[in-house]
C-alpha cells in the first residue's frame, strides 16, 4: 500500500539512510527549460545542467535540515524534489528550540555554498555579476536567492517556522496562528504583486504559501485536540469489525463485505492478521469471472502500531502516507484498525465538543 507521492516520485540515491526521489515533474520542467533554451540560443544542455546543478544546491538545503533534525532524535522519511523546490518529510514534531536549529539549517547550507562559491568568482562589480554571469556566478546567485526567499517570515518556508519557533520560545500564546495569519497576509500582498507584475508563477507561489499556512492552522488545531487521547481511544476494535479468514473464497467475502461500511477488511488466521484486502479491491476482483481466495487479493505487507501510542504522534503519519490503514496491536495480538478517516472524524466530533465547551462556561454578556 503506497501512497500517491510515492508512485509519482522515482528513487535517486539513499544519502545518510535517508531516500532521495525525484518527483517525475521535475522531468517536465527540465524538458521545458531544454524546450525555451534551444529555441533561444539552440544549446539547452547547457541550461538543463545549470538547473540540475540549483537543484542539487536544493537537495544539499533540505539535507541540512534532515541531518539536524536526526541531532534531535527526528527522523526523515525522505526528500523529494519538486519544480518548485525541495521537501524534506520529517517524521516528528519538533519542540521550538528544536524546530528553531532546523529551520536555520538549510538556508545555512547555502549561505556556505555561496561563501565557498565567492572565492572563485569576482564580487567586485555587482552589476558585471548581474550582467554577465557564468556558471558559478549563477549558482551563486541562485543560493542567495534561496536564502533570501526561503527566509520570507511564511510558513512552510524556513523563515515561517523560525518565526513560530522564536514566538514560541518567547512564550507567546497562539504563536501558529499568529505565524499563519501573517503569512496568509504576506502571501495576499505576494499575489497582488504578482498579478501587476504578470508573474504566473509568483501568483502559484502566493496560493501555496496561503494554503500551507491554514494546514498549518489546522495542523495546530487538530494535534491540540489530539493531546491526552491514544489510538485505543480512536481505534476500530477487532471485536467489532468485519474480518475474513484465509480460506474464504472472493464470491463469499464479497457476500459479507458488502454489507458493510468498512473501507478495509483484516484477513485472519485464527486470531493472527495475515493481510488486509481493501473494499475497493475486493469488488473489482468480483468482476472477473475467475474464482479464486481472498488471500491471494491481501495486502501482506501492513504497518503496526500499539493501542497505547499517543494519538497526537500519528497526525504526521497519516499526512505523509495517506489513508493507509494501521493494524493495532495490544500485548502482540491483533486489536484493531486505524485509518485516517476515522481519526479526522474523531478529532472534529471532539474539536467541536471543546469549542461548544468553551463558549457554555464564557460569561455572558448579561454578567458584565
Known sequence: MKSNQSALSLNLCNI???????????????????????????QPIQEVLFVIAVFACVLLHE?????????????TRDIVLYPFGGVA????????????????AGPAVNVLIAFVLSFFIDL????????DPGVLSRIFIANVVLVVFNMIPALPMDGGRVLRATLALLKVRNATLISARLSQALSILMGLFA???????LVIIAVVVFMNAVQEHVHDRARSVATGFTVQNVMMDAAHLVTFTHGQTISEALSIGIKSLQPYFPVLLGDSILGIVSR???VEAATSEEEGYVSALMEREFQTIPAEESLENLLIQFELQGDIPLVVVRDGKFAGLLTRDKMLEFLIVHGLRRERDRLSQAPSESEF
Not at 539512510?17 to 539552440?42: D, K, M, N, T, Y
Not at 517524521?91 to 524546530?99: N, R, T, V
Not at 498579478?195 to 508563477?201: C, D, K, Q, R, S
Open 16 to 42: 545518510s539512510g535517508i531516500p532521495v526521489r525525484v518527483h517525475v515533474s521535475f522531468f517536465l520542467l527540465l524538458a521545458w527549460v531544454a524546450f525555451e533554451e534551444f529555441q533561444a540560443h539552440g
Open 63 to 75: 539535507l541540512g535540515h534532515a541531518l539536524v533534525a536526526r541531532r534531535f532524535q527526528i527522523q
Open 89 to 104: 518529510a520529517l517524521m516528528g514534531e519538533a519542540k521550538p528550540f528544536a524546530e528553531l536549529l532546523i529551520a536555520l
Open 124 to 131: 567586485s562589480s555587482s552589476d558585471a555579476l548581474l550582467r
Open 195 to 201: 498579478l501587476y507584475t504578470g508573474n504566473p508563477i
Open 280 to 282: 475497493e479491491t475486493l
